[in-house]
């Protein structure tokens, strides 16, 4: 679904992403991780149309969009739940989710999408009417998933899930997410947290420095060293 | 007696002061621009609607959807093809080159219409309603809840619309309204226009109510600066109060003190908040 | 000698705890490493000690003198300097005038003249590695260089204390190890260093003690080779099943 | 290298000789123009000193300007003092003033900055429109006469300005080599990164504030005498302080020659325009300003150093750069 061919891409002067190569099939749950300045958000942002990828190629569904906007990538089934989630914290979680459908006119699906995310996420009912700024970090991240799933995305791209929650929150969200991957929606998650990421994921890559440095099933992956020495340096 | 009516007469002008900055403090408040050829967009209010009126003979409140209409286009215009390209710029460059726009716009009327004062007289000009010791004339009141119409239309286009939701989104995280696919450069036509068509009809009220020239604009500009700074730039609100309570102010300050003090009243106030509270009295942290 | 004591800092932001009743110090000559997994208050740490940020409670104190009360550049002057983890040169100022920024002010503020401060900026340009680039505008260096010109920025200052601020992110291997080798050289002159690093490799290696901070509080505090090897740091890092299944296997 | 260094030098001492005979031989009307153009290099420099190194884009300067004609002329006409000293007296109040506005109100940045200046600005305007007994108030304020002839006048003039142009080019000159100079564009870089280098911001902001007033305040003494008569809404005007932005951005933003490049241009170029087209040369003084700063906002000062730069590709760059 998901294929992308030796992405260069950076800020400016300043090049972040080397050449990544690396697939998401449909209906995939695929996860990526790497330490602290890896370019894991660098590349999330990339693939979403945040920034302009220098070189190298983006096939979504067999159509290259490397040169489309973000807003043209919406429409085109990719979307991304961004790092320290984002949300519009003068708006209500009700008019946050309706933000993600910014780009459907179907009323009948978007209320039925509507009806799915409370589902998924029950805490937000509560909230609906509550200013997202005055959230705990965890109902943030779900209101953030809930207001990607808005826009009926054929992949879902999410940035450092577990960032600042608590384990048993992360836990939690990332049940609902495999929920999500379940009922078919294809899954691209980014972390920094293995285990979150490994242990739910079908396969796996592994960036550092800007670069792909490893691949392949994710238990697989959960149990190579390296991963370790990455990490920690041992 | 005298001072409540003169606080009343103020309160009345604070309703057209209101309509000046709403538009004027939108295009702020959302693009982070401080449009100094506001006030040329007043004036090009209130010339489309006298010559709406004189040429075609329809009352001029009548004129006034036309005036916005027009003045719609031309700001989409202007912010399509000329502030598009600064909106990321620094505040020497965007200050600039909307003086540059003011210059221009002002001096083509000038060319156009010259610098003589023309005003709209209608059949009901002098006509004017009692209610109990105080008296209020028909067109400044008329004036006055247009103002707040208008008021109350945006509060309600921004707050309940899904093109009023991405104007808050975009304001909020530039990003996430990118992620969300809102257009960025659709919305900050509309904003920019939403804010050209305010103007126009600010420009018509006071086409109705007092005399008019090209180089009337310059005043209307320095009362935005102040109204948005009184009002803060977090809602729609924030214009009508700000709005009221400089006509307040103004009228107070020329009754107590004379009419030559009350800019000098009105610029230390300016200065004075925005070294307090540059938030404004009732700003808000989120649009 | 502890040159820097930090007593039950505390710092919030709104409802969070940055920082909660930290107390560490920094010990005269020493390359002190902080560790700790994104988010876990290291870049709020430097921030106060700095005079970024006040602190919500606690003290602060540099050589027994109360400082968390100072502006940053008070502090600078006493003879603190710090990196930024995203550089932060003068962009339209060539290479050279950055540094000369640091020399002029800093711990000297003032006491060298401007010809005097060219030569102490070439020095340091010439110390970490850039003297080829003396002249060249700082907006148009690589990454790496960019890191290096933020660390002689600091070193100009003639700091006794040096904090840094993951100097080493985003850089290649071998760029890693120049930068260490830089880092054991600016300690051999006599300069105290507290060093963020999320390159753990780089900063076991290079620090004589190592203390660890997870969701605002200390957890750990010790020689490099017993932090690595502490359930709780392992936990903090790479999540709490990790450790565990990671525990397993090597008791196995 | 030094050879470079004294053929730069003698190139601006020959300018210099040349400017200083040039009146000699040319028509008054001329020598009119060219003061106008050392004024505006004075204003424009002055600016450059707080908008341009240190980054506080003022669109209030023209208040030092206001306070400086008046201060010369309130003190010439009530007082009888001397010339020069109205004109040291300006310096004084323009500096003071600046000093104690500048406290507060450069805590302010970017937008907030600029209205404030202007609020300023403004205010004085009309604290002058009112002090009737002491300014004139609205009325405007005549200053003496000065003696000779129009040609003996217009000399005068000229060299009054062209000194103040060659003192506010030395000031500009020393202070950006200065410690004081590099504090200053550091706090215009990164004004946090700035501080925790060392340097005492507050300090270097109020100072570049207030070297900005110095000359700004001059000659605005100096122009009063020069035209003789001045109002609030003339020398306090908003135009006097957006000419200043203008000028600077389009001769080059942060560079020693932008402003002599840019009020030279501009002041030839609507002096042009107000003998052709009298009527409409402030609206294509407006398309003009437009134009710069879409296509152009650093400057001719960047495409004299790299001439390589002077082609279609670069302007549309330019425009392109900062679009949403």
Known sequence: MLEVHGLEAGYGDIQVLWGITLYVDGGAFAALVGPNGAGKSTLLKTLAGLLQGKAGSVLFDGREILHLSANERVKQGITLVPEGRRLYPGMTVRENLMMGAYTRSDRKGIGKDLEQVLLLFPPLLEKLPTLAGKLSGGLQQMCAIGRGLMSHPKLLLIDELSLGLAPLVVKEIVRIIRQINGAGTSVFIVEQDVHAAFSNAQYGFVLEGGRVTNSGKAQALLEDERIKKAYLGM | MVFIQILLDGLLLGGVYAVIALGFSLVWGIMNIINISHGAFVMLGAYATYWITTRSGIDPFVALPITMAVMFMAGALVQRYIINYVVRAPASMTVTLTFGIQLLIVNLALGAWTANFRSITVPYAGARFFLGPFLFPYTRFFIFLIAFLLTAVMHLFITRTKTGAAIRATRMDLESAKLNGVNIRRIYIITFAVGAALAGAAGGMIAITYPISPMMGFSYLAISFIISVLGGLGSMAGPLIGGLIFGLIEALSSFLIGTGYKDIVAFTLLVVILLIRPSGILGREYY | MVVLQGIQVTKHFGGLNALLTVDFEVRSGEILGLIGPNGSGKTTLINVISGFYPISSGQILFKGYPIHTLKPYKVANLGIARTFQVVRPFVQLRVIENVLVGALFGKNNLKVGVKESFRKAEQVLDLVGLSGKVDSPSGSLTLADRKKLELAKALAMEPELLLLDEVMAGLTFNEIEETMDLIRRINATGVTLLVIEHVIHAVLNLSHRIFVLHHGEKIAEGIPHEIVRSPQVIEAYLGQEYAKAYQERSDA | ?324
């Open chain 4, 1 to 324: 290298m030094v050879k470079d260094f004294e053929k730069k030098n003698l190139l601006f001492l020959a300018l210099i000789c040349a400017l200083g005979v040039l009146p000699l031989g040319i028509g008054v009307s001329t020598i009119r123009i060219l003061t106008s153009v050392f004024m505006y290099i004075v204003l424009a420099q002055s600016w450059n000193i707080i908008g341009g190194y240190t980054g506080y884009v003022s669109f209030g300067n023209a208040l030092f300007f206001g306070l400086g004609a008046y201060t010369t002329g309130i003190l010439m006409l009530r007082l009888h003092t001397p010339f020069v000293l109205g004109l040291l007296a300006s310096s004084a109040v323009a500096f003071g003033a600046a000093f104690l506005i500048g406290i507060p109100v450069l805590r302010l940045k970017g937008h907030y900055l600029a209205v404030a200046t202007f609020g300023v600005a403004e205010a004085l305007r009309e604290v002058f429109n009112n002090l009737r007994k002491l300014s004139g108030g609205g009325e405007g304020l005549s200053f003496p006469l000065p003696a000779g002839d129009i040609r003996q006048v217009s000399y005068l003039f000229y060299y009054i300005m062209f000194i103040l142009a060659i003192l506010t080019m030395m000031m500009a000159y020393y202070v950006t080599r200065s410690s004081a100079g590099y504090a200053m564009v550091a706090i215009r870089e990164d004004e946090d990164a700035a501080n925790v280098m060392g340097i005492h911001t507050t300090k270097y902001k109020t100072l570049a504030f207030c070297l900005s007033a110095l000359f700004t305040g001059v000659a605005g003494g100096a122009y009063g005498y020069w035209v003789t008569f001045i109002e609030p809404n003339n020398v306090f005007s908003i135009n006097i302080s957006v000419m200043m932005v203008i000028m600077v951005l389009l001769g080059g933003i942060g560079t020693l020659w932008g402003p002599v490049i840019g009020a030279f241009l501009l002041e030839i170029l609507s002096d042009l325009l107000i003998s052709r087209i009298l009527e409409y040369h402030e609206a294509v003084l407006g398309f003009i300003i437009i134009l710069v700063v879409l296509a152009a906002p650093r400057g001719v000062m960047e495409i004299v150093k790299d001439r390589k730069k002077f082609s279609l590709s670069y302007f549309l760059e330019n425009i392109r750069k900062y679009q949403a």
